[in-house]
């Protein structure tokens, strides 16, 4: 979504890191980049003033020229500024003391209200609630039924005691009167509610009707639905696509429903994004979810920070270790991080383990999307082609359950049937075994302390030799051995004392003279760095 903005957001800071320090012209040019930045991604004009004009007052203030890295410094305000416009804090559903809480959805057609509803419903789902959708929107052509659809996908319960226009008549362009025949929303979001209590559902999510455009009798509808259920929540959904007209719906809703917050659909898409960045500041109202995709988990949480970083091509790492942790299984986990420890061999099995958790986070581009810098490699990224794993998938799961956990019995002939069960080459079967067993290794590397190559060891082992260093020790142990059986047996036994008298972790120097020997307790705060003293236990 935010692609272009990103990118000349990006630019224009790595300009700023060539410079020691910044002038007033380095600080005007970079806001002028910013200013056109924040237009061509449809900013509302006002939103680009006022965000620009925060960010030239701090950059030509103290913060920045007294900071010993004024390029960092500007980024930083930047950031702050960004937060500041998409609504600074995040906001959850305030919900009712006694339920069951209302929430009601507005909003053009088309926007995404009734897939947000099931979305929405999923989410209170795995978050312990037991929710009910209700069909009020009774206008468009088969909503109900859309409706229905949804709330099967996200196993969520739908009140639907009016079937709404199923004639395939758009009721949009009719009048009021005209659309009453399809059945009266303000009584079907009442009776959901009575429904709702009496079956002690703790949340109810109304889906409203919409229309092309904003007109009287579609605010006319809305107020009269808010009027009769009085929701502990309206969410204003907008489409992230329709750029500068965004600004003027959100207000136009504002002034007649009045709403609490609002919700970002269709996020995933290639707009340019300027609705996300426009419509808090001028409602005043927070923005509270993203939609992401189709799917019925394809929705998020917005956080104003969080977003900011991805706009500045920072990542949002806090968001990838919350799917995680939703994803992976802490059995699973913590079996993998035992067979990590005892350096057992990591099985297909295990890899199938990984794949499946990873599948349940949503899609590979988008977490990885999420990781820092990511921006820089975007090309490499819409060029991944994500049905890898299912090819993958396919090859593993053509094995058979020896094969699985034995790779290395894996001989030609069984290659072959693998290849023709998944229906792919030998060679892509050979290309899969060769990697995995490299995989194997470098876990075993790790778990012994070894490290990857070219990175230190891992705590609790050695440094672990390089090549060069394992064949200067092989050289010389091969050259300590004597022809002389009893003379060979005793210079084996002196190095077997050596190793047993080496005291544990001298390899990081806490053997004798090392730190092992020293008492902190013992040591001069004065001659520490600065903080380090509350590890001195005094």
Request: hydrophobic share 40%.
């Amino acid at each position: 979504m935010f692609t272009s903005l990103s990118d000349r957001l990006t630019e224009t800071f790595r300009n700023l890191r060539t410079k020691g320090r910044l002038s007033e012209s380095d600080v005007n040019k970079t806001i002028r980049d910013i200013r056109l930045a924040l237009l061509d991604a449809d900013v509302a004009l006002p939103v680009v003033k006022a965000f620009t004009g925060n960010v030239r007052e701090r950059a030509l203030g103290a913060e920045v020229s007294e900071a010993l890295n004024p390029a960092q410094q500007v980024v930083k305000i930047v950031n702050e500024e960004l937060v500041a416009i998409l609504g600074g804090e995040t906001r959850g559903i305030r919900f009712a003391k006694q339920g069951p809480t209302v929430i009601m959805l507005a909003g053009l057609q088309g926007s995404g209200k009734t897939t947000f509803a099931g979305k929405l419903g999923h989410w209170l789902k795995d978050q312990g609630h037991t929710p009910m959708l209700v069909a009020a929107d009774l206008q468009r052509p088969n909503a109900v039924t859309q409706l229905e659809v949804v709330g099967q996908r996200a196993g969520v319960p739908v009140y639907a005691p009016e079937r709404g226009n199923e004639a395939g008549h758009d009721a949009v362009t009719a009048d009021i009167e005209g659309t009453r025949s399809h059945g009266d929303p303000v009584a079907v979001s009442r009776a959901g509610i009575a429904e709702a209590r009496a079956k002690q559902h703790d949340v109810v999510i109304v889906d409203t009707a919409g229309r092309l455009a904003v007109d009287e009798g579609l605010m006319q509808q809305a107020a009269d639905i808010r009027a009769a259920i009085e929701p502990d929540e309206v969410l204003f959904v907008i489409d992230a696509m329709i750029g500068q007209a965004a600004v003027e719906t959100a207000e136009a809703f504002q002034e007649g429903v009045d709403l609490t917050g609002v919700v970002l659909s269709k996020l995933d898409g290639d707009a340019r994004g300027g609705a996300a960045l426009s419509v808090a500041s001028f409602t005043g109202k927070p923005i509270m979810f993203a939609s992401t995709g189709e799917g019925v988990r394809d929705v998020e949480v917005f956080h104003p920070d969080r977003m900011a970083s991805r706009i500045l091509d920072m990542g949002d790492v806090l968001t990838l270790i919350e799917q995680a942790e939703k994803a992976f299984d802490r059995t699973q986990a913590a079996e993998m991080e035992r067979k990590f420890l005892a350096a057992e061999d990591f099985t297909f099995d295990d890899f199938l383990e990984q794949m499946a958790a990873i599948k349940k986070m949503g899609s590979l581009k988008q977490l990885l999307g999420m990781m820092p810098g990511m921006g820089q490699m975007r090309a490499q990224l819409e060029a991944f082609d994500e049905r890898e794993f299912d090819r993958v998938e396919a090859m593993v799961r053509s094995m058979t359950p020896f094969e699985r956990n034995h790779p290395k019995q894996i001989n030609g002939s069984r290659r072959a049937r693998i290849a023709k069960g998944s229906g792919v080459t030998t060679s892509e079967v050979n290309q899969l075994l060769e990697r995995f067993g490299e995989a194997q290794k470098m876990m075993k590397q790790l778990a012994k302390g070894g490290g990857v190559p070219g990175m230190p060891g891992m705590p609790g082992g050695g440094a672990g030799p390089g090549k060069r260093g394992a064949a200067k020790q092989q050289q010389k142990r091969r050259k300590s051995k004597s022809g002389n059986p009893a003379k060979r047996a005793a210079e084996e036994r002196a190095a077997q004392e050596r190793s047993v008298s080496r005291p544990a972790g001298s390899s990081f120097g806490g053997g004798a003279g090392g730190l092992g020997d020293v008492d902190p307790s013992q040591l001069d705060p004065s001659q520490l760095p600065k903080g380090f003293e509350k590890f001195l236990g005094k």
